[in-house]
């Protein structure tokens, strides 16, 4: 369902003080398990990933490279974006609303999405800053942390079994979850578009009352912890490159076997001193302050 376009050479165990949607963060030494990577959502500046990660993501002229076939992400967007201020168009990518005409695509899209780790280009900028503040972060969605996965899988499920008619539309929508985290971050998003996708299920009937008086539309709000992966010294840099290698390798399935879940290893808590924080991006993850003050 990937959309492409030529191109012209041209992101302790503790809990918030509020506890806002169970959001955290966790030990960068806690989230590279000896299977599935226990990290749901991470979030680091878009140019850092794309340093880890240049096989992946890399910037031509004025043009977003994502090279997926092999690996990589699914990066979700409508075709073009702003990086740090500067537009840019993007040569692989899904689209961010998708109508689905057949049970063999609604099959195909949602194999698709869940395939590899989903990419959202963000933009935000210190709280109380003017907009030449704006850095573009990347915010990754881990599906294959049985978590996430089964937020996706059941909102999948859950419409199909809710609507009457033959026509439905299921929007999945992250930005509350973002949101949150940002402002116990001292950020604040500066477009919200970008952080939701939805499908169109659309038969080919004469008529569908349910679904023209919006009674068919659903919306699944996703929640999950997220981890800030930004560091500057480079043997973290290496943990989370690590992290995302993981992530990003292609998932091979024998026997029609599900993912494998985190191990326990991956649930440990180990105590180290807090990281740097960085003031131009988000604190470095640290195993002592909790998100909010």
Not at 86 to 107: A, M, T, W
Not at 209 to 237: A, D, M, R
Not at 249 to 263: E, F, V
Request: charge should be neutral; glycine fraction near 6%; include cysteine.
């Amino acid at each position: 369902m990937a959309t492409s376009k030529p191109t012209d050479g041209s992101l302790g165990r503790l809990d918030s003080v509020k506890s806002i949607s169970s959001i955290r963060t966790t030990l960068l030494n806690d989230l590279v398990s000896k299977t599935t990577p226990n990290c749901e959502v991470g979030v680091l500046s878009l140019k850092l990933l794309m340093q880890l990660l240049p096989e992946y993501l890399q910037l031509q002229g004025n043009t977003l490279i994502c090279n997926n076939q092999h690996g990589g992400f699914n990066l979700f967007s409508n075709g073009t974006c702003s990086i740090d201020g500067e537009p840019y168009n993007i040569n692989n990518y899904i689209q961010r609303k998708v109508e689905l005409k057949s049970h063999f695509d609604y099959k195909d899209y949602r194999e698709s999405i869940l395939s590899k780790p989903m990419l959202f280009l963000i933009n935000a900028k210190k709280m109380n800053n003017n907009p030449a503040s704006e850095k573009t972060f990347a915010l990754i969605v881990n599906t294959r942390h049985p978590e996430i996965k089964a937020q996706f899988e059941g909102g999948m499920n859950n419409v199909i079994s809710s609507v009457f008619g033959e026509n439905y539309q299921l929007q999945f929508d992250l930005k509350n979850m973002v949101a949150q985290y940002l402002e116990s971050q001292n950020f604040v998003l500066t477009e919200k578009d970008g952080l939701s996708f939805c499908f169109t299920f659309k038969m080919d009937v004469f008529l569908d009352i349910f679904y023209l008086f919006g009674l068919s539309k659903k919306t699944c709000q996703v929640n999950g912890n997220i981890t800030s992966l930004h560091c500057t010294k480079p043997e973290k840099q290496e943990t989370v490159k690590m992290l995302l290698a993981k992530i990003t390798t292609p998932l091979i399935k024998l026997g029609g076997s599900t993912d494998r879940k985190p191990s326990l290893y991956s649930l440990n808590v180990s105590d180290e001193y807090s990281f740097e924080a960085c003031t131009d991006y988000f604190p470095e993850t640290s195993s002592v302050s909790p998100l909010t003050s």
